[in-house]
Each structure stands twice: as C-alpha cells, then as structure tokens.
C-alpha cells in the first residue's frame, strides 16, 4: 500500500522549512566493472556511495538563510510522523522565482556528505 505524502516535511537542523510542496532523494552507488579475459558475463563490485536530493515550494523569506549556498546541517526529509531520512549536508545551489500572476518559489538542491540513516518506527 503506497503512503501519502501530506505528513512529508523538509528539517535544516533544528527548523523546519516552511512552505515547501516537495522533495526528492536520490540515492546512487557506483558500480565498477570486474571483468577479465575469458570471462562471458560482466561483473560488477561496489564503489562509493552518493547520495543528493532536493526540495521545492513556496518561497518563504524567513527559511533564506538557512537554505543559502554553502550551507552545511543536517538534512532530515520527513514522509510521514514515522518514516524519514535524515544525514549532513551542504545545499548546493538555491533558485527563487516569481512571475506577476503568480506565488514566489524556492528551490534547492543539497548533496549529502556522508551515509544517511533510515527511521522507521
């Protein structure tokens, strides 16, 4: 059964992000190749891990210095009151943007600095 993402919600270390409507984490691993001569199928061994995410809502002044480029916290990206991932991170890069007939937006990307932790309970 799939969970609804109404509880979802984005902390930068102790506060959390207003306004947001989204966010996305992506989690890779490299895979390095270990084949030889003679060998008829590729194989593969783990390398280093990555992971990065980003977030994205309603541009809320009072969260600006807490999302600036540079930044380093820990990250803890909420689906519900019971499942999140959280690790230290550093946003990476922040775009606001409005239009005349519309709300102002903000979104950032942040990479990850080491292996995150997943809560569920």
């Given at each position: 059964?799939?969970?609804?993402?109404?509880?979802?919600?984005?902390?930068?270390?102790?506060?959390?992000?207003?306004?947001?409507?989204?966010?996305?984490?992506?989690?890779?691993?490299?895979?390095?190749?270990?084949?030889?001569?003679?060998?008829?199928?590729?194989?593969?061994?783990?390398?280093?891990?990555?992971?990065?995410?980003?977030a994205s809502g309603?541009?809320?002044?009072?969260?600006?210095?807490?999302?600036?480029?540079?930044?380093?916290?820990?990250i803890t990206l909420?689906?519900?009151?019971?499942?999140?991932?959280?690790?230290?991170?550093?946003?990476?890069?922040?775009?606001?943007?409005?239009?005349?007939?519309?709300?102002?937006?903000?979104?950032?990307?942040?990479?990850?600095?080491?292996?995150?932790?997943?809560?569920?309970?």
């Open positions: 059964m799939a969970t609804a993402g109404k509880g979802g919600k984005v902390e930068v270390g102790a506060d959390t992000i207003g306004e947001l409507n989204d966010w996305t984490l992506d989690e890779n691993v490299d895979l390095m190749e270990e084949a030889v001569f003679g060998d008829d199928h590729q194989s593969h061994t783990v390398g280093l891990k990555d992971t990065s995410g980003s309603y541009f809320d002044a009072t969260d600006i210095d807490k999302i600036a480029p540079g930044t380093e916290a820990v909420y689906i519900d009151a019971t499942v999140n991932f959280s690790a230290s991170a550093k946003i990476s890069n922040r775009s606001v943007n409005t239009n005349v007939d519309g709300q102002a937006e903000i979104d950032f990307d942040f990479e990850f600095q080491e292996e995150g932790t997943w809560t569920t309970s």
